[in-house]
């Protein structure tokens, strides 16, 4: 597996909290990116970042905000968390496009979040 | 916006038997990606198409891109306890906000 940690790994927190996730990399990839997992949803991209400080958004970014100070790490916060946000959070990294195209990603262990 | 719908949700089988899982798109797209997500894991990469009409084959697993590449499906021959889990297509494009998950399809083998 690449070298790709989510931490925490489970987390319980109360409504109106703000919570930080944090995914660390050692495979020193450009690219990485926040997913949300939902029965019935699949995964859905929150955020992503294409380089240090380079950071946009993805189609559920509402409530979430990102950032990258260094190429290895990626935050995740949850200004004021909502039960809504009850989920499993992923995070995956990849290397710059190859001819255009997505390369492959390689995701984390995933971080089991529940909002109370 | 583009859409990816996978079907089915959901596949119960028979050990030995086959199984596929198909991903259609709204748009065409510059290539598709298939993910593998074993129960409480987290997704793995399986493989990557990106000429139209592309058929590769992993093992026991046959790829297919179509040939409008709209369409793609993940066939596995006699299915194996091991297949269990569940299967997503991710349908690529050039830019990364535009990423889309297929909805995956939870595959579960009966012994």
């Known amino acids: 597996d690449a070298g790709i940690t989510q931490s925490p790994r489970h987390k319980v927190t109360e409504t109106g909290t703000p919570v930080t996730l944090r995914c660390h990399q050692t495979?020193?990839?450009?690219?990485m990116y926040w997913y949300r997992q939902d029965p019935g949803h699949g995964l859905r991209l929150i955020h992503y970042?294409?380089?240090?400080?380079?950071?946009d958004k993805g189609e559920v970014s509402d409530g979430y905000s990102v950032s990258r100070s260094k190429t290895e790490d990626f935050l995740l916060t949850l200004e004021s968390a909502t039960s809504s946000q009850t989920s499993v959070y992923f995070c995956?990294?990849?290397?710059?496009?190859?001819?255009?195209?997505?390369?492959?990603?390689?995701f984390g262990p995933g971080t089991r979040l529940t909002v109370l | 916006g583009q859409q990816v719908m996978q079907i089915p949700q959901y596949q119960h089988v028979q050990e030995g038997e086959d199984f596929t899982t198909y991903c259609n798109s709204s748009?065409?797209?510059?290539?598709i990606q298939w993910y593998k997500q074993r129960p409480g894991g987290h997704p793995v990469f399986l493989i990557q198409?990106?000429?139209?009409?592309e058929v590769k084959k992993q093992k026991r697993l046959t790829f297919q891109f179509g040939e409008a590449k709209k369409n793609s499906s993940l066939h596995i021959t006699a299915t194996q306890t091991t297949d269990v889990g569940t299967y997503f297509c991710?349908?690529?494009?050039?830019?990364?906000?535009?990423?889309?998950f297929g909805q995956g399809t939870i595959l579960t083998v009966h012994p």
């Open positions: 995956a990294i990849s290397e710059s496009m190859t001819s255009g195209r997505l390369n492959e990603q390689f």
């Open positions: 495979e020193n990839h450009r690219y």
């Open positions: 970042s294409y380089g240090v400080k380079d950071t």
């Open positions: 748009t065409t797209l510059s290539n």
């Open positions: 198409l990106v000429k139209s009409g």
């Open positions: 991710l349908a690529g494009g050039t830019s990364y906000g535009k990423l889309t």
